[in-house]
């Protein structure tokens, strides 16, 4: 079975600019989480997604965004791009949210190391 | 909210020697994961507990539930160069949809 892709798995953008990050969940997960991740916050939860709805959400600004499809597959969205917004961005998926044991297991992405000039 | 207390930050260790990490929190837990992470890479799950006292093991690695279930350890035996990489603990707190991360562990060998 596929894991979890994520495209593309660099990118460069400029101040100002928006972006919008692709992730693959593995076949017949539902959820799709998303994480940003820093040398120095370390793992920071986004959003989670499940049945093309926004189920949680992390405290990160209104220029983050995401939508989930109806085949599962998630994009994730940054507008107006900040320095601080470099970052390597993990996409999550698992079976079922909300529950306790095998089913809520996160399996992770290679991520999307986006870099703001 | 929920923390977890991952310790230690990082460890230097010889190769050949053993490991053990932990997490902590001050809530109870469901679930406990351990991950991996190289370098440019997405956490890779080593080991998932489900059951409180439960000890599961994967090759050299080995990980509990705790009995409190408010605490996790992964032990690493007889460590070899390719186990350098950040350890994330994680875990599904009882009442709360999320899934929370440790800050990790960076382990170093030394030559």
């Known amino acids: 079975k596929a894991g979890v892709t994520q495209t593309p798995r660099y990118l460069i953008k400029t101040r100002g600019q928006q972006v919008t990050l692709s992730c693959s969940p593995i076949s017949g997960h539902r959820s799709v989480s998303w994480y940003q991740q820093t040398p120095g916050q370390g793992l920071q939860f986004l959003f989670e997604?499940?049945?093309?709805?926004?189920?949680n959400k992390g405290n990160f600004p209104g220029r983050f965004s995401g939508r989930q499809f109806s085949n599962s597959r998630s994009e994730m969205n940054v507008s107006t791009l900040e320095l601080g917004d470099s970052a390597l961005y993990l996409c999550?998926?698992?079976?079922?949210?909300?529950?306790?044991?095998?089913?809520?297991?996160?399996?992770f992405g290679p991520g999307t190391r986006l870099t703001v000039l | 909210g929920q923390q977890l207390n991952q310790s230690p930050q990082s460890m230097f260790i010889q190769e050949g020697e053993d490991v053990s990490m932990n997490c902590t929190s001050s809530s109870i837990f469901n679930t406990w994961l351990w991950y991996k992470q190289d370098p440019g890479e997405g956490p890779v799950l080593l080991i998932a507990l489900y059951k409180a006292g439960e000890l599961t093991s994967n090759g050299r690695l080995t990980a509990q539930f705790g009995i409190t279930r408010k605490d996790s350890f992964l032990n690493i035996s007889a460590s070899i160069p390719s186990d350098v990489g950040i350890y994330f603990c994680a875990g599904h707190p009882r009442g709360d949809d999320k899934i929370i991360f440790g800050k990790g562990t960076r382990l170093h060998i030394l030559p």
């Open positions: 997604y499940f049945s093309e709805t926004q189920r």
């Open positions: 999550a998926s698992s079976l079922d949210p909300g529950t306790s044991g095998v089913t809520d297991t996160q399996y």
